[in-house]
């Protein structure tokens, strides 16, 4: 019997070493190495066979490329067309990561069930086919060309696809494919590399467009190696809070258009309902004069997003006043709470400070901080902003106010919900003069609380 070779591979970066090691020269993470099977020295004609190439390609002329071999399908989810940059492009490869439960696979049975006239073939190695039907009863759909298969070894994979012929492929998920040419375990490195290699030949080769389902590690990113990540032509991220309806599905790398559109959904009983009026569903208390409420008008990459935050500032009654965030930076809070104390002779020393952001939303714009300064402020005080009014612009650390990208964006977006009253920074160049809401200029956070309160 021929010995079996084993290689120690980084978890963490797919670097791979003959000896195991500490700490991994490449990522310098400690303790990932993991030993693995390696080869069966099968022979790559062996391997394309599988998937049934036989073309042979040589280089062509740009020239003489049709420009409809590029034709993108759209889907009715205009969210999804839009964060791929206007469809699926044939044979371009898209990994989805997520939390576990964060909606992955009813993102994409939704599609699959949505392309009607389209085959497609929905692989899952996790989900038996009367789970994906109970889940597809949910949702409320049907699509008689939409096939679903609980298969994990990549081998039967291409024989099937080979016969189906389908438009599109889902795999649900990389982790849990199992190729016939590594021996190593389904969701190790050499696996996920070896598989996701597969189907990237695949997907080129018969211009098929195949969608990964990717799990995540504690850190967030996407389990495997990074070389997963290169592979692919598109990485999406589904994400959002648990306790909260909203998704928002994010993209961090696109052969085939910009990754500053995002898109937002919502969980519902029935699936996930595109969300396309954001901003009217998450301010839900403006016209309710409380202390410490304020609208943020935020980007959430290319598209405007007015966001309401919440404040709480009251007297510390155990030893150590708490600071606490969901949503928003802790450290940024700290940073905030220190400019106002040194720059407008605010004490918060002896005070807990909460700060939250509505809807369970991650906001990493910069341009929040006014809008949390006011809050803070305004629950300090104990007295309300009042309504129809939001805010836009950054807080540097002299407590000077900086202007903001996209700012007609935001104008635009907040004259459009009916607020009344803009501030922003009093160094702000814009295109137009007249919106139709009211532009309040302000140079720094004291300029801002005289102006305010
Ligand atoms: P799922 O797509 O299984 O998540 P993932 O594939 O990312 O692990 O989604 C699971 C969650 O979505 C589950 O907690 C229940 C919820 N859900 C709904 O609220 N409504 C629905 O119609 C469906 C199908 C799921
Ligand atoms: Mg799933």
Known sequence: ?????????????????????????????WNTFVEELVGKSSKKEEQQSSIGLTAVNGPISI???????????????????????????????????????????TLLLQVALSLTGKTIIYVSGEESEQQIKLRANRIGLNNPDL???????????????????????????????????????????????????????????????VFLIGHITKEGSIAGPKVL????????????????????????????????????????QDGLRQVTNPSELLITQHNQNLSGITVAATMEGARPLLIETQALVSPAVYGNPQRSTTGFDL???????????????????????????????????????????????????????????????EVGLSGEIRTITRANQRISEAAKLGFEQIFLSGNIKLEKTNYDVELKKVMTVAELFKALF
Request: hydrophobic share 35%; aromatic share 8%.
């Open 1 to 29: 019997m021929a010995k079996l070779k084993t290689k120690y591979f980084c978890q963490a970066c797919g670097f791979e070493s003959p000896k195991w090691a500490g700490k991994c020269n490449n990522c310098n993470e």
């Open 63 to 105: 020239a003489s490329i049709a420009p409809d071999e590029l034709e993108r399908t759209i889907t009715t989810d205009e969210e999804l067309n839009r964060v791929l940059g206007g469809g699926i492009v044939p044979g371009s490869i898209v990994l989805i990561g997520g939390e576990p439960g964060i909606g992955k696979s």
């Open 147 to 209: 096939y679903l298969l609980s298969e994990t070894s990549t081998g039967k994979i291409f024989k099937h696809l080979r016969k189906y012929q389908p438009d599109v492929v889902i795999i649900d998920s990389i982790q849990t494919l199992q190729s016939p040419f590594v021996e190593s375990t389904p969701g190790s490195v050499s696996q996920i590399r070896e598989c996701a290699g597969e189907l990237q030949r695949y997907a080129k080769e018969t211009a098929t467009p």
């Open 229 to 268: 990540e290169h592979i692919v032509d598109t990485v999406l991220q589904f994400e959002g809070d648990h306790h909260h309806i909203y998704r928002i599905l994010r993209n961090s790398k696109n052969r085939f258009g910009s990754t500053a559109e995002i898109g937002i959904y919502e969980m519902r």
């Open 331 to 393: 450290r940024r809070l700290n940073m905030l709470l220190a400019v106002l104390e040194k720059r407008c002779g605010f004490r918060f020393g002896d005070k807990d400070v909460f700060v939250n952001i509505a809807g369970g939303i991650r906001v990493e714009d910069p341009a929040i901080d006014l809008a949390i300064i006011c809050a803070l402020l305004s629950s300090y005080e104990d007295t309300p902003v009042g309504s129809g009014v939001c805010f836009a612009g």
